[in-house]
């Protein structure tokens, strides 16, 4: 049924609701300039569009980047690109210069579509951009200029086949370089096929868009995008006040946030004693979220639940859970045990194989013996639709990150888990993360929830210290108050005492600010911490060590 409804272009389904419920809104803005869009009118607007990038030479295949600021013009670019069957490269902003320079230059893009800034870089950064054809600026009176140029004639939709690209994102590079991620038609298909099967969210329903790239599905779906007042790159910047009063002044049904825009909503609630009554879900993602907020933050949801997505760029979504499991294995979770990713997605095979960095050579299918046992930590990898093409124009890290059994291509997805007793995955962190002691392999997750659930920590992170494979395990502390605290810190060594004696873990060191990703702020920079940390070590030896 669903792969009838959700194939091919997904500006044809954006076409099709325009035809079905012209009237129905498709985009709400609370951000400046205050705006309200039908499904008919951003059909217009991407036609109009699409027609103006076909007249300044934009054709189909091109590679395209798409650097224009979240809101209602980088959604009308988007479409209007896949409407002719162009490919737009999506590079999230928040990596910093360096890196977006080096993603920039990575792409071997044709085209630019960027606002004034971005056309400026290209010249300012010409290596960077050496193989652009064409510039097209989106200025403050874009919607204006796509429509004065509109002739008679315009451009047709692009008919498109499953396994046609259909768009390159980059990794946000939290734990290696960034890195363009191949998605193909059928990704997208399957991964709206997701969205409206397992996670229930019909035509007609209001979202709350706090991450840019996942209001692209919206209009696809039939669904209101509500864009609210905030920096989508700077989340933690995001007031509360603003967020809550969208969801209530809207009356949204659905939100996809990371844990630190879950974490605002929920306290704001709690301080001003508000229940969201019109949510049905809340999809927290992006990096594991504690017990305690997903708990929490259900309770404001009298008619709703908080779920958790697990996935990556390279595939998402792949499991889920809802909060109903974590409230009842949140003492496990607490005490080491993992994070619950729940149970697969339709259509998604997953393997867990035992743990090595190198690649899987070719002809070793036949030699592969997944892990079945319970309880016995793997590496994931999945296959599915939802799991994208590899990355682009690097056939070593894909070849690396792959590997085929039983006749279906499974992703690597860098992450150690494990089958619990009742079937469901459980996360133990990134395995680039995974601090090899002297006593053998400790995980992140088997120590960091139990530290982040003690009263005056913020977030925590689990490193190495040394320069050699194995390494001294230390914990880095973000605490919530910059005041000295030393009975914080007499708890905190004793935990580490009673908890994790076999593994030698002496230090504790404390930041400020925990360094993370600028597209969730929520995946911790440990490999960064480390190398810190290593260095001030060797300058000091007593440095983090109990008084």
């Not at 910047?237 to 002044?249: F, G, P, Q, R, T």
Request: include cysteine; hydrophobic fraction near 40%.
């Amino acid at each position: 049924m669903f792969e009838k409804i959700f194939s091919g272009n997904l500006a044809k389904h954006l076409e099709n609701n325009a035809k079905e419920f012209p009237g129905e809104i498709a985009i709400i803005s609370d951000a400046k300039p205050h705006l309200k869009k039908s499904f008919e009118e951003l059909h217009k607007d991407v036609i109009y569009c699409s027609s103006y990038f076909k007249k300044r030479g934009v054709q189909k295949k091109d590679r395209t980047l798409l650097m224009v600021r979240p809101g209602y013009e980088l959604i009308v670019c988007c479409f209007a690109l896949l409407y002719i069957g162009a490919v737009p490269i999506i590079i999230d902003p928040g990596m910093g210069i360096r890196s977006l320079l080096k993603c920039i230059k990575k792409s071997n893009a044709t085209n630019l579509i960027g606002i004034g800034i971005a056309v400026w870089m290209s010249s300012f950064f010409k290596g960077s951009f050496k193989t652009l054809q064409r510039k097209v600026l989106v200025t403050k009176d874009f919607l204006k200029v796509i429509k004065s140029s509109f002739g008679s004639g315009f451009a047709k939709i692009c008919n498109v086949q499953d396994d046609d690209l259909a768009a390159i994102v980059f990794t946000s590079g939290s734990t290696g370089p960034p890195k363009g991620v191949r998605y193909l038609h059928k990704n997208f298909n399957a991964q709206i096929r997701v969205l409206s099967e397992e996670f229930k969210i019909k035509k007609g329903e209001l979202d709350l868009v706090t991450l840019p790239v996942f209001s692209l599905f919206n209009p696809a779906l039939g669904v209101t995008s509500v864009i609210p007042e905030m920096n989508p790159t700077k989340p933690a910047k995001a007031s509360a006040e603003k967020l809550v009063k969208a969801i209530v002044k809207h009356q949204i049904s659905s939100a996809f946030c990371s844990p630190v825009i879950g974490k605002k909503i929920n306290d704001y609630c709690k301080t001003n004693n508000i229940n969201l009554g019109n949510i049905k879900r809340i999809m927290l993602a992006g990096a594991p979220a504690s017990p305690n907020l997903v708990c929490n933050l259900a309770k404001r949801l009298p008619r709703g639940e908080v779920i958790i997505p697990y996935g990556a760029t390279e595939a998402l979504p792949v499991t889920y859970c809802s909060h109903h499991q974590i409230a009842k294995l949140s003492k496990s979770i607490v005490m080491g045990e993992g994070s619950c990713l729940g149970k697969p997605v339709r259509d998604v095979s997953i393997q867990l194989i035992p743990v090595r960095n190198s690649p899987i050579p070719n002809e070793s299918e036949d030699t592969i013996i997944p892990i079945i046992k319970k309880l016995e930590t793997g590496e994931i990898c999945v296959s599915g639709d939802t799991v994208t093409d590899g990355y682009d124009q690097m056939p070593g890290a894909t070849r690396d990150a792959r590997f085929t059994f039983n006749s279906k291509v499974y992703h690597r997805m860098g992450d150690l888990g494990y089958w619990d007793e009742n079937h469901n995955l459980r996360f133990l962190g990134r395995k680039a993360e995974c601090i090899q002691t002297k006593s053998g392999p400790l995980e992140t997750e088997r120590c960091e929830h139990m530290f982040n659930n003690i009263n005056g920590v913020n977030r925590c992170a689990l490193i190495g210290i040394g320069m050699q494979a194995v390494k001294e395990p230390s914990l880095v502390v973000e605490k919530v108050s910059l005041n000295n605290n030393p009975k914080l810190c007499d708890e905190i060594y004793s935990l580490l005492r009673k908890n994790f004696g076999e593994f030698g873990i002496r230090r504790v060191f404390f930041e400020e600010k925990l360094p993370v990703d600028a597209r969730h702020n929520a995946k911790i920079h440990r490999l960064s911490l480390s190398k810190k940390w290593t260095k001030k070590v060797l300058r000091n030896q007593r440095l983090g060590l109990p008084e």
